[in-house]
């Protein structure tokens, strides 16, 4: 088993940027694929980012491509998103994520373990 905990949300203007981290414990962290996700009130979870095993690739979805970047440190456990021109439609808790699959996935059920969230907000 891992645990996550999430932690880097907070406000900010649209145009401003943050850094979200996640921290790691229980397990081999380098046996996980990583992924970020988010959920807007009253919307689906959504795929954000994921990383690979040795943090060599990485995938974003269309909204996060080109504005953030997801990056891993195996010897410390932890995994960051940073997030760059952000806008009110990034408003939303994010999840860190970790997937024990062999396969790279986009998709929320393939993710075994969950943190907490943290809620990032974007004004306008």
């Known amino acids: 088993q891992v645990q996550l905990v999430e932690s880097g949300g907070g406000l900010v203007q649209a145009g401003g940027s943050l850094r979200l981290s996640c921290a790691a414990s229980?397990?081999?962290?380098?046996?996980?694929?990583m992924g970020w996700f988010r959920q807007a009130p009253g919307k689906e979870r959504e795929f954000v980012a994921c990383?690979?095993?040795?943090?060599?690739?990485?995938w974003y979805a269309d909204s996060a491509s080109g504005r953030f970047t997801i990056s891993r440190d195996n010897a410390k456990n932890t995994v960051a998103l940073q997030m760059n021109s952000l806008k009110p439609e990034d408003t939303a808790v994010y999840y860190c994520a970790a997937d024990s699959g062999t396969y790279v996935s986009r998709t929320t059920t393939t993710y075994d373990y969950w943190g907490q969230g943290t809620q990032v907000t974007v004004s306008s």
């Open positions: 229980g397990s081999t962290f380098s046996r996980y694929i």
């Open positions: 990383i690979s095993w040795n943090g060599g690739r990485a």
